[in-house]
């Protein structure tokens, strides 16, 4: 049964790319080779800079392969395999490539200019600003969540922590060889993962290696190690400011130092990590425990909160901010945009799958219905079963599960560090952006709007979330994050929509989804503003910025319907 999961969803991601990506790049989108893209017109070395699709592909694909195509269907199996398998096939073929790949085109035949700047151009200045505000809210929710998901998985498999930061120096030293020098980047990628992957090797069977912190303060049960913290809790704030200084320089610096190299290591890291986990899969054959439609899943329903737990794997507004934010100033060439856009959203879909078949097999021994007794167990349990179960698949190529769970959780941290750091840089962008336009020069220098953003990001990660303590803020925002993602996803469809609308093209390949998520979401983030969240004790930052980004997503459909229905015609503005 788990082998015939994934052989079907393998094949129809296999025909989705062959054949609905192409209709969509010559059909709707009708890429031209000869458009000179961003990255060439405006070369400046630090982010508009012309990059091969193989290396530009890893860029964006680490970049949204975050943790959230992992934690996201793993917390949908509750629902059963089978709900979380289809939303995770058809959401990628229909809805998220198109998305991801559309964003990708129509900010490259606009300079290189984010969503939110495009929103001011084909809706209308009120909804730049409405747009650029419900992006700010959203990067920073995801600063805060990969940040503690990276912080968590560091207490819990300390074996990983040196692996991640030895990767920082080699990415470097390969980003000033090949960029300087010359070069591929192919070999000097590969040795670098050699060496990450024969660190965690050797740091998952030698303490000393296992950089612990909460056993260096008295063990997880020593109180008021630091201003009444505990040693788990100090850990967690430790972890949090090493995380953010971090991505203070690193979201700073050009993007081929640091973030190209980097992404392309990731790159061969998710890849050779997928055709382990599949072909343990093959080899292992485990028996799927999980019910394929979880009947006893009464306390929160399936529709619509399917839609919005599943964000990244399916589609995820967060990939359009990474489309037109770094990958459109990074296009050498426009026909790329197919193999980048709707080739990298495949890619994450592929891992959503195992993501789905890695949960629904981990449960030979420990019961599914005692992890997954309930949404909240599920949401508190879904990372670590995905990777007890992925370590479980490794296991069918006789990897011991001591090293399989180091190294997934090398892999995890990995993808979540790409998309932290590629989002404190998106979220600087948007600080500056918004600087610009109200006249706030102090907010509109690089440093200045990196310490905001990290500032900011790193407050809300060390918020209390309601009743779960210090430090927990990111997982009290996920379902927010969920909620508002698919918002700014269906958003983003809207203004490709009216694009393809005004430049008279076929434009129901996007308005379709389109429809479907603004549909599905708004119904989703209405029903927990005012059920779950709206005068709950603990809940009060939840419903703030819950009704804040319901109102202003409202605003933005209601300008884009009065735009939509103009038909005013474009195709002498914008190129087609």
């Excluded at 960029?179 to 024969?198: D, N």
């Excluded at 129901?508 to 503003?529: E, G, H, N, Y």
């Amino acid at each position: 049964m788990s082998i015939g999961i994934a052989v079907v969803g393998l094949l129809c991601f296999f025909f989705g790319y062959q054949f609905y990506s192409k209709f969509i790049a010559e059909k709707i989108y009708r890429l031209d080779p000869t458009f000179v893209t961003p990255a060439h017109r405006y070369k400046d070395g630090v982010d508009f800079v012309p990059t091969k699709k193989e290396i530009l592909w890893g860029h964006h694909f680490t970049s949204i392969a975050g943790a959230a195509p992992i934690l996201g269907p793993a917390i949908a199996v509750y629902w059963g395999w089978l709900p979380a398998f289809l939303w995770v096939v058809l959401g990628t073929i229909f809805a998220a490539g198109v998305h991801d790949f559309g964003t990708l085109v129509i900010s490259a035949r606009h300079k290189g200019q984010s969503m939110g700047t495009l929103a001011n151009r084909i809706i209308g200045q009120r909804a730049k600003m409405l747009f650029l505000f419900i992006i700010l809210i959203l990067v920073l929710m995801v600063n805060a969540v990969f940040a503690w998901v990276i912080a968590n998985l560091f207490i819990s498999f300390p074996a990983s922590v040196l692996p991640i930061f030895i990767e920082i120096p080699l990415a470097i030293w390969i980003g000033y060889r090949v960029y300087r020098s010359g070069g591929s980047l192919l070999l000097p990628s590969v040795i670098a993962l050699v060496v990450m992957w024969g660190t965690a090797v050797v740091a998952s069977y030698v303490p000393a290696l296992q950089i612990n912190f909460v056993d260096y303060l008295g063990g997880a049960e020593a109180a008021n190690v630091f201003m009444g913290l505990n040693a788990t809790e100090t850990t967690f704030l430790i972890w949090i400011v090493v995380l953010f200084v971090y991505c203070f320089f690193a979201s700073s610096l050009p993007v081929w130092t640091l973030l190209q190299p980097r992404d392309y290591i990731n790159s061969h890291q998710l890849i050779i990590g997928l055709i382990v986990l599949y072909l343990g899969l093959l080899f292992l054959a485990p028996e799927v425990t999980a019910p394929v439609v979880n009947s006893s899943a009464n306390d929160v329903s399936w529709w619509p909160l399917l839609f919005i737990t599943i964000a990244c794997g399916a589609i995820s507004g967060f990939h359009g901010l990474v489309s037109s934010g770094t990958t459109s100033k990074q296009l050498d060439k426009e026909t790329d945009a197919r193999y980048v856009g709707y080739l990298g959203s495949v890619g994450e879909g592929i891992l959503a799958l195992i993501s789905v078949i890695a949960v629904a097999t981990a449960f030979s021994v420990v019961d599914f219905s005692s992890k997954y007794a309930s949404f909240a167990d599920a949401s508190k349990n879904g990372l670590s079963s995905f990777v007890n179960g992925a370590a479980n698949l490794a296991s069918g190529l006789a990897i011991d599960p001591t090293l399989g769970k180091t190294i997934v959780a090398v892999v995890v941290v990995s993808f979540a560090a790409t998309t932290l750091d590629s989002s404190v840089r998106l979220m600087r962008y948007i600080i500056a952006e918004i600087g610009s336009e109200y006249k706030i020069k102090v907010i509109t220098g690089n440093r200045t709007a990196t310490a905001i953003a990290v500032l900011a990001s790193a407050a809300l990660a060390l918020t209390p979330g309601g009743a779960n303590g210090f430090g927990s803020g990111g997982y009290h925002l996920w379902p927010l994050f969920g909620t508002s993602n698919q918002l700014l996803a269906g958003i983003s469809l809207l203004i490709v929509t009216i694009w393809l609308k005004r430049l008279g093209r076929n434009y129901l390949p996007t308005l379709l989804p389109m429809l479907f998520i603004l549909f599905v979401t708004i119904w989703a983030m209405a029903q927990q503003v005012f059920t779950q969240w709206m005068g709950q004790e603990g809940k009060m930052l939840l419903f703030f910025l819950g009704a804040v980004i319901l109102v202003f997503a409202a605003w933005i459909v209601l300008e884009a319907v009065r735009v939509f229905a103009t038909g005013k015609d474009y195709s002498k503005d914008i190129p087609g």
